[in-house]
């Protein structure tokens, strides 16, 4: 297939574009680099052997992707594009909105003036708030309570609203748990710009000398060591569920939701130490007060994924930092040095 990457630079597309040239797809990606470098892309071409095409460009210009879906026949969208930090988002919720929700909407017209109607969406567990009980299941209701996580649910809305009104969409959202890892060679990995938001890239850059020491957000939680638990899942199992959606939507119309997660949570404890395993030694660290919004504990019930897709994560915890030790060590400064 003739898939576009919207985003496909950034940490999820680079390693999903692996997968796909791998399964032998052609990869055309779109990314205006407001997060990325290009030279991710050098490397997926270096891993694969295999080479893309790169088009620098912002998914609101309608135009322009209307041009990259007919100049390259694209059969399928993978739709990465967007802004993800949460407390950003709390501060300029007009541009996570512009960004997300209209730049989602500017897509799916130029796919509707081409005619490409099968989309793959990153969704988010974050979409599913504090009214669901962990493990999360699709079916349970959302309540996602900052700007980011509500351009999720409305973008969700949106497609499901485009499925009903025209059985020629095929449309998978796919609800990531929490990403990390890299991919085993090193060579691609997550670069987050500024102080990082999350608990693994910021591990990475304490053990690299970057920063000082993590401050674990709480130990009070009703949780068995009292920190927070998160469902942690390998960024190659990730890509993976991308491509089998994808082969999916090729035999099956409509709406389709997926978890994407390993069904098991993890402490920020026991991150921690997993992390001080791979780099084999401790890691400063301090326990600080509890970050606003932070719920205590969830993961993902994945089984619809098994059932429909035969996805199953299949990488460790231990094999998640032990593959991010080594792109951060190999890479201490990112994609910029
Ligand atoms: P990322 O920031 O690394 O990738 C997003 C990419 O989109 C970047 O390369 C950025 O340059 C590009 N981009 C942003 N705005 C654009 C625009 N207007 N036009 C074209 N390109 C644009 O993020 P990621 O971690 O790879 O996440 C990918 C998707 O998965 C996002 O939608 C994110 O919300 C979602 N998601 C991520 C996580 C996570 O923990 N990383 C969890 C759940 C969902
Ligand atoms: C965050 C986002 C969520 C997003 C998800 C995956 C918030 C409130 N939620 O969730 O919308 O979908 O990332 O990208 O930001 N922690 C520390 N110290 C740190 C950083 C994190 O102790 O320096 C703890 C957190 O309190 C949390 C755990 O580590 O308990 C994981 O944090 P993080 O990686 O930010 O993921 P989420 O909180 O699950």
Same mark, same amino acid.
């Given at each position: 297939?003739? &898939?576009?990457l919207?985003? #496909?630079?950034?940490?999820? *597309?680079?390693h999903?574009? /692996?997968? @796909? ?5 052609r ?6 680099l407001s997060?990325a470098?290009?030279e991710?892309?050098?490397?997926v071409?270096?891993?694969t052997?295999r ?6 460009g912002?998914?609101?210009?309608q135009?322009l992707?209307?041009?990259?879906l ?6 399928? &969208?993978?739709?990465f594009? #967007?802004?993800k930090?949460v *407390?950003?988002?709390t501060r /300029?919720p @007009?541009?996570?909105?512009?960004v997300?929700?209209a730049?989602?909407l500017s897509?799916?017209?130029?796919m509707?003036a081409?005619?490409?109607?099968t989309?793959v969406?990153?969704s988010s567990?974050?979409?599913?708030g504090?009214?669901?009980?962990a493990?999360y299941?699709e079916k ?5 309570f900052?700007?980011y996580?509500r351009?999720k649910e409305?973008?969700?809305?949106i ?8 059985d ?9 748990f929490?990403?990390v890892?890299?991919?085993?060679s090193?060579?691609i990995?997550e670069?987050?710009q500024?102080i990082?938001?999350n608990?693994?890239?910021f591990i ?16 009070d939680?009703?949780?068995p ?13 990730l890509?993976d569920g ?6 999916y ?13 390993t069904?098991?949570g ?10 001080e395993k791979?780099?084999?030694r401790?890691?400063?660290h ?15 019930d994945a ?20 593959d ?12 910029a040095?």
């Open positions: 297939m003739d &898939v576009l919207t985003g #496909g630079a950034g940490y999820i *597309g680079s999903t574009a /692996v997968v @796909l040239l791998e399964a032998g797809h990869v055309v990606v779109l990314d205006d997060n470098s290009q991710s892309l050098r490397r071409e270096e891993i052997g080479s893309l095409t790169f088009v620098r912002d998914m609101l210009d135009a992707v209307e041009r990259v007919r100049e390259h026949g694209i059969d399928a &969208v993978i739709h594009a #967007g802004k930090a *407390g950003e988002s /300029v @007009l541009d996570y909105y512009s997300n929700v730049g989602t897509l799916l017209r130029a509707q081409t005619d490409v109607r989309i969406f990153s567990a974050t979409v599913y504090e009214l669901a009980v493990p299941l349970m209701p959302r309540d996602a900052n700007p996580g351009t409305h973008i969700e809305d497609l499901t609203d485009v499925g009903a009104a025209d020629r969409w095929r449309i998978a959202l796919l609800r990531y929490n990403p890892g890299a991919h085993p090193g060579r990995g670069d987050p500024g990082p938001n608990l693994v890239p990475a850059q304490v053990a690299v000398g970057r920063r000082e020491k993590l401050v674990v957000f709480g130990d939680y009703d949780t060591d009292g920190t927070c638990v998160r469902d942690y899942l390998h960024v190659m199992d890509a991308h491509v089998r959606a994808m082969d939507l090729a035999d099956h119309g409509g709406v389709h939701i997926w978890n994407l997660g069904g098991r993890h402490s920020v404890l026991e991150v921690l130490h997993s992390f791979a780099v084999g401790p890691i400063p301090e326990v600080g007060p509890r970050r606003p919004g932070d719920i205590a504990a969830f993961w993902a089984s619809q994924a098994l059932t429909d897709l035969g996805w199953v994560a299949t990488k460790s915890l231990d094999e998640m930092t032990a991010h030790w080594r792109w951060q060590q190999q890479n201490p400064d990112g994609f040095a």
